[in-house]
Nanobody, 124 residues
Framework: VQLQASGGGTVQAGDSLRLSCEVSGLTGSIFDMAWFRRAPRDEREFVAGMSRSGHLRNTNEFLKGRFTVSRDNAKNTMYLHISTLYREDTAVYYC??????????????????WGQGTLVTVSS
């Protein structure tokens, strides 16, 4: 299983952005997927995730309202829509996937597969 994140770049504060994560390989084995991010000098943190069926979603309580995760299973792709970006959102955003249905865990250890990350830089 390989994950390819894309969509990052330099944006202005207040803008919106959509990140994509395409899964290849044994895509049928993937259940939960999630986004994490790591800001400069910070630890990697959970952003949002959802189950394969879409019935279960989980969002970092401190980020609710601006971050929306979605999946298109026909395209084997997960998305993260970020609205009203702030400078504090500057980070490398990683997508992750699991072969298990763990009810969309928030820990890095809940996911076996990771993408390489895409950098989002928010300028004011």
């Amino acid at each position: 299983v390989q994950l390819q994140a894309s969509g990052g770049g330099t944006v202005q504060a207040g803008d919106s952005l959509r990140l994509s994560c395409e899964v290849s390989g044994l895509t049928g084995s993937i259940f939960d997927m999630a986004w994490f991010r790591r800001a400069p000098r910070d630890e990697r943190e959970f952003v949002a995730g959802m189950s394969r069926s879409g019935h279960l979603r989980n969002t970092n309580e401190f980020l609710k309202g601006r971050f929306t995760v979605s999946r298109d299973n026909a395209k084997n792709t997960m998305y993260l829509h970020i609205s009203t970006l702030y400078r504090e959102d500057t980070a490398v955003y990683y997508c992750a996937a699991s072969r298990f249905n763990l009810r969309v865990g928030t820990a890095m250890a809940d996911y076996e597969y990771w993408g390489q990350g895409t950098l989002v830089t928010v300028s004011s």
